[in-house]
């Protein structure tokens, strides 16, 4: 090389010597390594006990309102699951990981979408099949293609849909007043319907009864304004984005308001159903989920609108009064579609 460098030189051109490199500091060095190289002080544990932490208003306030029967669901579910995680980690020889938030927040969920008087045997069953089947069975968290809450919470509706859609009554845990069942606002409509008769719209004073929580149904899908407090803290911890909530809640809205508008008799109003049933508590806390929603923000669009529209089709032709568990886990299972064909545009891409 030396040789070839000579004999590029011009004639009569003094030679000089190439300048010493001179050495680079210290602090100036390039550091080689693994990705990622994104450090944040979230983990795993955090982001689950936060969300946990957010649904507790939520939780509270069914068991205020349905007494003790409430307690006893939510407590055997986080039971069970804690149990049927760690059994099932134990025999494949998996890390124990209980403690990381993932199965309580599982159960958490699960329990907020049962009736609160639901048999102790049916608790037990639904959290092990969430745990076990909706989870552990395909490697654990990060893994699961579906909502494990959800898995569990179909697996029961579809194996006991009398006793998912048997509803208790309010009552105080402090009033004393016995049991009694009834229908949820989202049952009367559907009874209605599949009778052929006009469907009951509620009065104004209802309306804010449902969005306080002074009505039946699953322990969680009381008060809308309990969890749309706790999903706008979590959008203030960038843990969810706004993408999937608004546009699932937006599809119901329109959509259920297209009928209702050229049919208000046979159709109940499109406010009706945004504060009624689990849409809120869907949306939110469940079709956010960050293993089975989409990565980018026109994915999320996209599976937050398919989540309504199924939602609303279920709801209004359907044979369950309510539709929301049904479509986050069809959708779900259309997320590695939506991430194959929505992605981002790669970086010095025009």
Not at 139 to 164: D, E, H, S, T
Not at 304 to 315: E, N, P, S
Request: glycine letters at 10%.
């Amino acid at each position: 090389m030396a040789e070839k460098v000579e004999e590029l030189k011009t004639p009569g051109a003094e030679t000089k010597p190439a300048p010493a490199a001179k050495a680079k500091p210290a602090d100036a060095e390039m550091v080689l390594g693994i990705w990622p190289h994104v450090r944040t002080e979230n983990t795993i544990n955090r982001i689950m006990y936060t969300v946990i932490a957010t649904l507790v208003p939520s939780a509270l306030m069914g068991i205020y309102l349905f007494g003790w029967s409430a307690i006893q669901v939510i407590v055997l579910s986080i039971l069970v699951a804690l149990g049927t995680e760690a059994a099932m980690q134990k025999a494949l020889k998996q890390k124990l990981t209980i403690w990381d938030g993932s199965a309580i927040l599982t159960a958490l969920l699960l329990a907020m979408t049962l009736p609160p008087g639901s048999p102790w045997w049916m608790t037990a069953f639904g959290s092990f099949f969430a745990i076990a089947i909706g989870k552990q069975i395909y490697g654990g968290l990060g893994y699961n293609p579906f909502n494990p809450a959800l898995v569990g919470r179909v697996a029961l509706l579809i194996g006991f849909p009398l006793q998912m859609t048997t509803w208790e009554t309010i009552h105080p845990i402090f009033s004393g007043v016995d049991v009694t069942t009834g229908a949820t606002p989202l049952g009367v409509v559907q009874v209605a319907r599949l009778s052929h008769k006009p469907v009951p719209d509620a009065e104004t004073h209802q309306y804010w009864s449902m969005f306080f929580g002074n009505t039946m149904g699953s322990l969680g899908e009381t008060s809308d304004l309990l969890l749309l407090l706790g999903g706008l803290y979590l959008l203030y911890k960038h843990y969810i984005t706004w993408h999937i909530p608004v546009s699932m809640v937006a599809t119901v809205f329109v959509f259920t308001g297209l009928f209702w508008i050229f049919d208000p008799v046979h159709y109940a109003n499109p406010l009706f159903h945004i504060l009624s049933g689990g849409l809120m508590l869907g949306a939110i806390f469940m079709a956010t989920d960050m293993v089975t929603c989409p990565n980018t923000p026109k994915g999320q669009l996209i599976f937050g609108a398919g989540c309504g529209l199924l939602t609303a089709i279920i709801r209004m032709w359907g044979g369950y009064p309510e539709g929301v568990s049904f479509a986050i886990l069809l959708m779900n299972s259309l997320t590695p579609m939506i991430d194959r064909y929505i992605q981002p545009h790669l970086y010095g891409a025009k």
